[in-house]
T-cell receptor, first 114, second 116 residues
Framework: QQQVKQSPQSLIVQKGGISIINCAYENTAFDYFPWYQQFPGKGPALLIAIRPDVSEKKEGRFTISFNKSAKQFSLHIMDSQPGDSATYFCAARGNTGTASKLTFGTGTRLQVTL | DTEVTQTPKHLVMGMTNKKSLKCEQHMGHRAMYWYKQKAKKPPELMFVYSYEKLSINESVPSRFSPECPNSSLLNLHLHALQPEDSALYLC???????????????FGPGTRLTVL
């Protein structure tokens, strides 16, 4: 029940195209859903995040769509650029009472080609 | 300053060595985390410190020993590690560990550990 399923495992998009990564969860107690971007050899960087009372959040070229009833959320990268080539992790936060824990999806390797 | 720093960047150690990883943040965050990340896998939570007290230990083997000397520093002491412990060790911090809001976790660049 703590799992977050992420798809696809890898994605190739042409420059200027839209990249879409999907995640699904089971635990309705999750209360916060961040996306992280990770370049090789670096730590994950927080990209954008959403709470379950909001259906969409946009920051620049990055948009999260959230469907609470379906327990799904997705990341859309508009006008994808070669510099966006990285691994993307969705995550979901659950509270244990004394501390919160992030459960990560399995990751999507995005490659943006010229 | 919105940065989490980690030292060293790379570490190679033998199975009988004792070494320590260090993490520092100056954002006034009161929660700090250690994660382990294997190649092509997501980060796995190891420990959570909240207000300098250990609040979560994800059943990590005792050869990993965390320490939080103050609210800005987090150490991970390593002893008698195995080759399968080779991984990227990530530190993260957040404003608080529990409750609602303000809990975005910010990650450091990691320490690449190789155990021979």
């Amino acid at each position: 029940q703590q799992q977050v399923k992420q798809s696809p495992q890898s994605l190739i998009v042409q420059k200027g195209g839209i990249s879409i990564i999907n995640c699904a969860y089971e635990n309705t107690a999750f209360d916060y859903f961040p996306w992280y971007q990770q370049f090789p050899g670096k730590g994950p960087a927080l990209l954008i995040a959403i709470r379950p009372d909001v259906s969409e959040k946009k920051e620049g070229r990055f948009t999260i769509s959230f469907n609470k009833s379906a327990k799904q959320f997705s990341l859309h990268i508009m006008d994808s650029q070669p510099g966006d080539s990285a691994t993307y992790f969705c995550a979901a936060r659950g509270n244990t009472g004394t501390a919160s824990k992030l459960t990560f999806g399995t990751g999507t390797r995005l490659q943006v080609t010229l | 300053d919105t940065e989490v720093t980690q030292t060293p960047k790379h570490l190679v150690m033998g199975m009988t060595n004792k070494k320590s990883l260090k993490c520092e943040q100056h954002m006034g965050h009161r929660a700090m985390y250690w994660y382990k990340q294997k190649a092509k896998k997501p980060p796995e939570l190891m420990f959570v410190y909240s207000y300098e007290k250990l609040s979560i230990n994800e059943s990590v083997p005792s050869r990993f020993s965390p320490e939080c000397p103050n609210s800005s520093l987090l150490n991970l002491h390593l002893h008698a590690l195995q080759p399968e412990d080779s991984a990227l060790y990530l530190c993260a911090s957040s404003r608080s560990a529990g409750g609602q809001g303000g809990n975005e976790q910010f990650f450091g660049p990691g320490t690449r550990l190789t155990v021979l």
